[in-house]
C-alpha cells in the first residue's frame, strides 16, 4: 500500500487538531518543521508520498499536540529574534513581545559598549541575542534554576557566544558588582489569573518561571529593593512587564528611586509591555 501524500497528512492532523478545538496552525507549523521545508516547498510536494519515517514522526507529534505539549516543545526548538532557540519544559518558551523588549535595548545603545546583566534569563534568549547581535557586550546571565542554565548554555554554544552564567536567585549571584545596564523578563502572572491561561501553559512550562506572589508584582519589588540596597548597582534596568502593571510597576521603582526616571512603552498590540528606569 502506497505511502499516504503530504496533504493527506496534513488534511488529517488538521481535522484531528479541529476536532480536539486546538490551533489548526499548529499541524501546518509540526509538518514544516519535521520536514525541513518551508510553506513553499511543502506545497511543491503536497501530492508525493510522505516518508513513513517522518508521517510517524509527524502523527507522534501530532498526538503529543493534542495531549497538551507545545509544539516548541515537540520540536525542541523556538525562533527568536532570528535565531533558534533550544527549548524544554525546564524553560519558558520565548514569545515575540520579548523581542521588542531586546529591541528597545538595543535601539537604546547603538555604539557604546556595555556590561550587561540578564536576570532570569532561562533558555538564553534575552542576553544571547543581546550578545549576538552586539560581540563586544560584556553579558552575565543568572536563573535560580541550574535546568534552566543548562540551556542556556546549550545555546550559547549553539550560538558561539562568550558569555558568563551564574545560578542564584535574582541579583545575588553577581553581588557586588557593577552593570550598566539590567535586563529581565522575571515572573509577572498573578496565581489569580491561572483560569485565564491556556491549559498547554499551566501543563506545560515552568510555574516558577511564570507566576508571582502580590498580584504578579513580587519580583519587581525584590529588584528594586536589592537595587536599592546596593546589592549591584546599574545605570538602567530594563523589564517586560503584564499588559496591566505599568502603572504598578512605575511605582515600585519611583518608590525606591525617587529621582529615576520610569518609561513605561506599548507593545506592538498597544499595551504596556516593557518598563526603562534610569537611575544613573
Not at 127 to 154: F, H, M, N, P
Not at 170 to 182: K, Q, Y
Request: no cysteine; proline share 4%; aromatic share 8%.
Amino acid at each position: 500500500m502506497a505511502n499516504r501524500t503530504y496533504y493527506e497528512a496534513l488534511k488529517w492532523a488538521s481535522l484531528f487538531v479541529q476536532k480536539n478545538r486546538l490551533d489548526e496552525s499548529a499541524a501546518t507549523y509540526l509538518l514544516q518543521e519535521l520536514s525541513h521545508l518551508d510553506q513553499t516547498h511543502l506545497l511543491i510536494k503536497y501530492r508525493q508520498p510522505i516518508p513513513t519515517a517522518l508521517d510517524q514522526q509527524y502523527v507522534d507529534a501530532i498526538q503529543q499536540y493534542v495531549a497538551g505539549v507545545p509544539p516548541q516543545y515537540i520540536i525542541g526548538t523556538a525562533p527568536f529574534y532570528g535565531e533558534r532557540f533550544v527549548v524544554n519544559p525546564n524553560v519558558l518558551i520565548p514569545r515575540q513581545e520579548t523581542e521588542e523588549l531586546v529591541e528597545w535595548v538595543l535601539s537604546e545603545h547603538a555604539n557604546a559598549q556595555l556590561s550587561v546583566l540578564d536576570v532570569g534569563t532561562g533558555s538564553g534568549a534575552i542576553g544571547l541575542t543581546l550578545k549576538k547581535q552586539r560581540a563586544e557586550w560584556q553579558i552575565t546571565l543568572t536563573d535560580l534554576s541550574q535546568a534552566a542554565l543548562a540551556v542556556a548554555k546549550e545555546n550559547a554554544d549553539r550560538l558561539n557566544v562568550d558569555v558568563t552564567l551564574v545560578q542564584g536567585n535574582l541579583l545575588m549571584p553577581v553581588a557586588g558588582s557593577r552593570f550598566d545596564v539590567i535586563v529581565s523578563n522575571p515572573p509577572y502572572i498573578s496565581h489569580a489569573e491561572e483560569d485565564e491561561m491556556d491549559a498547554d501553559v499551566l501543563a506545560s512550562e515552568p510555574s516558577m518561571a511564570l507566576f508571582a506572589d502580590h498580584q504578579g508584582l513580587a519580583i519587581y519589588e525584590q529588584l528594586a529593593d536589592q537595587l536599592k540596597q546596593g546589592v549591584v548597582t546599574a545605570n538602567e534596568v530594563f523589564l517586560e512587564i503584564g499588559f496591566h502593571q505599568g502603572s504598578a510597576v512605575k511605582q515600585i521603582f519611583n518608590a525606591a528611586f525617587p529621582k529615576a526616571q520610569v518609561i513605561v512603552r506599548q507593545d506592538m498590540s498597544g499595551h504596556d509591555r516593557m518598563v526603562q528606569v534610569k537611575l544613573g
